[in-house]
């Protein structure tokens, strides 16, 4: 694994109100009802729209669904009509591409280079031989047994047997943003997965905003953006294994007032193939689903695109990924695959018994989730 970065450019750092506040455990689901709320399925997975002024709520829908349509036409990988799909059938030949897509993978490249190629766009080929190559929903449930089951404690479960033999890496993509193409080598599969979601949510709540002439909350599959004034005590989120969870799962609630909020995780997208438990995490050195550390790593940035490439690359970097995370300054939450939760940053710490602690008063932090 290549070293990481020092420093991220100036747009991922975090500013103060981006950071999360901890609120006690909420007794109903985190919404305040003084605020518009909608809720519907794109993209493969659900999706949330929040907003400071209901009488915005039809018009800023309206546009949120435009832009997730747009986005899944140039960039799903299970759309016979979609633009990614061309490019990926383009067997080594510059390829013509929207200025949408050419956005999304200049955001894919970008998130390459900022993690050493942790978060590498070229992973498509391994997502297919690890039996990802249809929506996750229709692959065969995995096996009832965590990944790690096979493992002793304190070792990563096996590596599943997965081998990629074509030459891929993201700087085998040629990507001429001006001239609007791209060229992938022959056999080499792009997958937007790991900042597609979140930079659609980014989008997303940028067109609600607009539109509603408001403050906005878009929620793509669990991964947050905003845009505009933020209501009093700012945007209440549950972090959870699961976006879909009941608030009584375990977790934490808490608050952002600007940017965005992701959460990257090994416990929700897993399917069975070849007799093996996978996920859809990739290990872009190995080809292979990345073996167990962290089950869960959430971090707030100024973006949600930005959130969401700390933690998939945190989600790659295993054991030193808190580390690195501290480095970039990003307040960030990590679950471990036995339910101990380390803190990063300005990140909140709930203590025992429910008691908040303040979000300063300890960088690193464990406790076991209940």
Excluded at 184 to 191: E, Q, S
Excluded at 258 to 286: E, F, K
Aim: with cysteine; charged share 25%.
């Amino acid at each position: 694994m290549c070293p990481a970065p020092s420093t991220l450019p100036p747009s991922t750092a975090t500013p103060p109100a981006a950071r999360p506040l901890a609120e006690p455990p909420p007794a109903a689901p985190p919404r305040d009802e003084r605020l518009a709320h909608a809720s519907w399925e794109a993209l493969g997975t659900s999706v949330v729209l929040r907003l400071t002024d209901p009488r915005a709520l039809d018009r800023a829908r309206a546009a949120v669904e435009r832009e997730l349509e747009q986005i899944d036409r140039a960039c799903s990988r299970f759309r016979a009509d979609s633009e990614i799909v061309r490019v990926n059938a383009g067997g080594g030949r510059a390829v013509r591409v929207s200025p949408l897509l050419a956005e999304a993978l200049a955001l894919a490249l970008r998130a390459a280079e900022l993690t050493a190629g942790d978060v590498d766009p070229t992973v498509g080929t391994a997502l297919v031989l690890a039996g990802y190559d249809r929506d996750w929903r229709l692959l065969d449930p995995p096996d009832a047994r965590p990944a790690s089951a096979t493992a002793r404690r304190g070792e990563p479960a096996p590596t599943p047997a997965v081998e990629v033999r074509i030459e891929s890496g993201w700087r085998t993509v040629a990507l001429d943003r001006d001239g609007r193409s791209v060229r992938v080598p022959a056999g080499v599969t792009l997958d937007l997965g790991a900042t597609a979601k979140a930079w659609a949510a980014d989008r997303a709540v940028r067109a609600a905003a607009r539109t509603g002439g408001c403050g906005a909350l878009v929620g793509v599959g669990g991964d947050i953006a905003t845009s505009g004034p933020a209501p009093e005590g700012g945007w209440r989120i549950r972090v959870t294994d699961d976006h879909r969870s009941e608030t009584t799962a375990p977790g934490q609630t808490v608050s952002i007032r600007s940017g965005g909020l992701a959460t990257s995780s090994t416990a929700v997208r897993r399917w069975s193939h070849a007799g093996r438990t996978m996920h859809h995490i990739i290990d872009p050195a190995t080809g292979a689903p990345v073996p167990a550390t962290w089950r869960t790593v959430s971090a707030a940035a100024a973006s949600c695109a930005d959130a969401n490439i700390a933690t998939t690359a945190a989600i790659v970097r295993g054991a030193t990924a808190p580390d690195w995370l501290e480095e970039l300054g990003l307040p960030a939450r990590l679950v471990d695959e036995d339910g101990r939760v380390q803190t990063v940053g300005d990140w909140p710490r709930v203590a025992e018994e429910g008691r908040v602690r303040s979000a300063g008063e300890t960088p690193h932090a464990t406790e076991r989730t209940r």
